[in-house]
């Protein structure tokens, strides 16, 4: 199988954008699934490097919205040989201290553990501080205050020696390594200049009031108008020192993570911004519920939707077409609904004989299960007896166990056929669900399900598999399907509770769910769902029907083909 991260050179558009971001002071690059869009990254990290130095000091600050996001990049980019020296990882300070940092100043934001792996923990900032003696209790002791100093000084000159800085969105502008002080911000007859012309724009002029429609006309091209550059003219900023300078900023994954965490970071580059990601997937996840709507809306529309909204952007904007991940009919789809028809494949996947079972077509790898089994409620696996009332009502999700019992009949079926567990994954849009396939593996798989990846979609953004099997879980609930079924109730009665079911999807009436989770596919694809209430809940799942007319089979035919899948299950 062709594989973007084994080429050696780029395609076309790779090619293009790695020429905008170098020669323009702003440019995005929307990368579709499988596009090459981190390969995209790691040469365009390479030929910065390779570039003349402008000035002394010149840095390049890479972010990514999530901790996995920023080790996949750090990841990939020793893969390519990148020098270990030019390179420091910045983890928050909570999750520097879970793992033996010695700073205790400052506060600490509570959050996720993070399992830093242990081939890359010799990259963290942290790490390499531990190994500076200036800040090791030796010779006279310290004060606290004094060693914490010392210890923030050392992490400048780490910072300061290193050529590519990688941490995620947030840890950017709260990791006092990198930045220090309260923003104060000027007054609104003030404006203060940032390295692009003009004032800077929307809520970060003046204070912060998102009732007063922020998105306006004054914020919606923050990055329009000539290029200053550093220290040219007067420019008034937030009392805000910024110990460690960067003349590119790069921000992957952009579309996951809200537009303040992109235009923070963003702020503190010299030269240029260059901001990868695809809006057509799914958004970033504002959790905060004291907030009013427009602000919660506008928070979870992507940067690069926005940006894009705009013609005008459109001349800074480059779009990957040549995907290297999935098999021509699983790309069919998305790129004919999603991107216009514009990507195309360069990709071969030969067809398996022995799979015919699931695909028997050699140029259709998808198939769908119509499976009409009822949904019913269920509790995220998290809550226990403990819980009280609001967290358990606020945690209730949904499960289908006709749907879970077609999915593990797909697994075993995969792995008697001598496919490994590790390139199967199940992904399902609720928690209850999730539960409830894992649950069902470990009884009938065994051993192997422990390597098969089960998750939601959005916890499975970003991941791809050899084979991918969806649970979409809505369909009729228990309740309503006791009535239809019932003698006692009338026609009208039962039209009208199926329709009210139908009309509502929940979240999968988001396109991007279904784009995200489709895309994951290399090989093969089998989605489990009940076709009717899919088809007339949305018009992205009535098209998606429609292209799968010819692989649709229903519940009963499915698991009778795979019980005809004879063989031995490996781990």
């Not at 080790?71 to 990148?82: F, M, N, V």
């Not at 306006?216 to 300078?245: C, E, I, K, N």
């Not at 959005?458 to 003698?487: K, N």
């Not at 026609?491 to 999968?508: C, F, T």
Request: hydrophobic fraction near 35%.
């Amino acid at each position: 199988m062709c594989s973007a991260c084994s080429r050696a050179t780029l395609n076309e558009k790779q090619t293009l954008a790695v020429q905008r971001g170098l020669q323009r002071p702003f440019s995005m690059v929307q990368g579709p699934p499988g596009t090459g869009k981190t390969s995209f990254l790691v040469q365009f990290v390479a030929a910065l490097l390779s570039a003349p130095r402008r000035r002394q000091g010149g840095r390049i600050l890479v972010c990514a919205p999530s901790n996995h996001a920023a080790d996949h990049l750090l990841d990939r980019l020793i893969s390519a040989g990148t020098p270990p020296h030019y390179m420091t990882r910045v983890y928050s300070r909570f999750i520097e201290r879970a793992h033996g940092s010695m700073y205790k100043g400052g506060t600490t934001r509570m959050e996720r553990g993070f399992d830093i792996q242990p081939h890359l923990e010799e990259h963290a900032l942290h790490w390499k501080v531990s190994e500076v003696q200036q800040v090791k209790f030796t010779g006279p002791p310290l004060s606290r205050d004094a060693f914490d100093r010392s210890y923030e000084a050392s992490e400048v000159k780490v910072l300061k020696d290193s050529r590519i800085v990688i941490t995620t969105c947030t840890t950017a502008y709260l990791h006092t390594a990198l930045v220090q002080g309260e923003p104060q911000w000027p007054s609104r007859s003030v404006q203060w200049q940032g390295p692009w012309q003009g004032p800077w724009p929307g809520p970060w002029q003046g204070a912060w009031h998102p009732w007063q429609d922020p998105w306006q006309d004054p914020w919606q091209d923050p990055w329009q108008g000539a290029w200053q550059g550093p220290r040219q003219g007067p420019r008034q900023r937030p009392s805000v020192l910024r110990p460690v300078s960067f003349d590119t900023i790069v921000i992957d994954e952009a579309a996951q993570a809200s537009e303040p965490d992109i235009v923070l970071p963003a702020s503190g580059a010299s030269c240029r911004v260059i901001v990868v990601g695809d809006h057509k997937q799914l958004g970033p996840v504002v959790t905060e519920n004291n907030l009013c709507a427009p602000y919660v809306s506008a928070l979870e529309t992507p940067f690069l939707e926005r940006m894009l909204q705009n013609p005008r952007r459109w001349l800074s904007s480059t779009m990957l077409n040549m995907q290297y991940r999935m098999h021509p009919s699983i790309r069919s789809f998305p790129s004919s609904q999603f991107y216009e028809s514009k990507l195309e494949d360069q990709v071969c996947i030969p067809h398996r004989v022995e799979l015919n079972c699931i695909w028997p077509d050699a140029k259709e790898h998808r198939s769908f299960v119509d499976c009409k089994g009822s949904q019913s409620m269920g509790l995220s696996p998290e809550l226990n007896r403990t819980c009280d009332a609001a967290l358990i009502e606020s945690k209730v999700s949904l499960k289908n166990v006709g749907e879970a019992q077609c999915v593990v009949a797909a697994c075993k079926a995969l792995l008697r056929k001598s496919c490994s567990a590790r390139d199967i994954a199940v992904i399902t849009p609720y928690k209850a669900q999730q539960h409830e396939i894992r649950a069902r593996l470990e009884r009938d798989v065994g051993s192997a399900a422990a390597s098969i990846l089960v998750g939601t979609v959005h916890a499975l953004q970003g991941s791809e598999r050899e084979y991918i099997i969806v649970s979409f879980v809505r369909s009729i609930s228990e309740d309503v399907e006791d009535v239809v079924s019932s003698a006692v109730a009338s026609v009208g009665d039962s039209v009208a509770l199926q329709e009210l079911h139908m009309e509502s999807l929940g979240i999968l009436s988001d396109y991007k769910l279904l784009n995200v989770a489709i895309t994951r596919a290399k090989y093969g694809l089998i989605c489990v769902g009940n076709a009717d209430v899919l088809s007339k809940g949305s018009k992205y799942f009535n098209a998606f029907i429609h292209s799968l007319r010819s692989c649709i089979v229903s519940k009963e035919e499915f698991l009778r083909s795979a019980r005809w899948a004879r063989g031995r299950i490996s781990p």
